[in-house]
């Protein structure tokens, strides 16, 4: 996991993308494959903490990988809600997947995000 020099930033790179947390905002940043791969191809998106109603986090474990998830206030369930898939979580623009290695820094940035939230 990454840590930037505010004590409010926090980063956790994931197989599907990195996520930074500003104390304001979710950066969801894809880059190569893993960006490709996603279904929501490369580049930069920005959730405002006022857009999120919750996080959700799957860990992951040797057989399945992991994923969070940024659910968004007024967006329409999303299959990875519905089943609770690792699959599901890849094609979604405000998912990341992530594998064992790196259950920590994603359940530190769960607890970052939902700490702001109150």
């Known amino acids: 996991m990454e840590e930037a020099s505010s004590a409010t930033s926090i980063a956790a790179q ?3 993308g990195t996520v930074r947390f500003d104390g304001a905002k979710v950066s969801i940043v894809r880059q190569g494959f893993a960006g490709m791969r ?3 191809g490369k580049g930069k998106s920005g959730i405002p903490l006022g857009a999120i ?8 474990n040797f057989v399945v ?4 998830e940024f659910v968004l206030a007024g967006a329409e369930q999303t299959d990875t809600q519905r089943r609770g898939r690792t699959v599901d979580a890849t094609g ?3 998912a990341v997947v992530f594998n064992q290695r790196s259950n920590r820094d994603f359940a530190a940035f769960r607890d970052a995000v939902q700490a702001a939230l109150g």
Not at 53 to 60: E, M, N, Y
Not at 65 to 68: A, H, L, P, Q, T
Request: no cysteine; proline share 10%; charged share 15%.
């Open 38 to 40: 996603s279904g929501s």
């Open 53 to 60: 109603l919750r996080v959700d986090l799957k860990p992951a």
């Open 92 to 94: 979604n623009p405000n």
């Open 14 to 16: 994931g197989l599907t």
């Open 65 to 68: 990988n992991g994923y969070i």
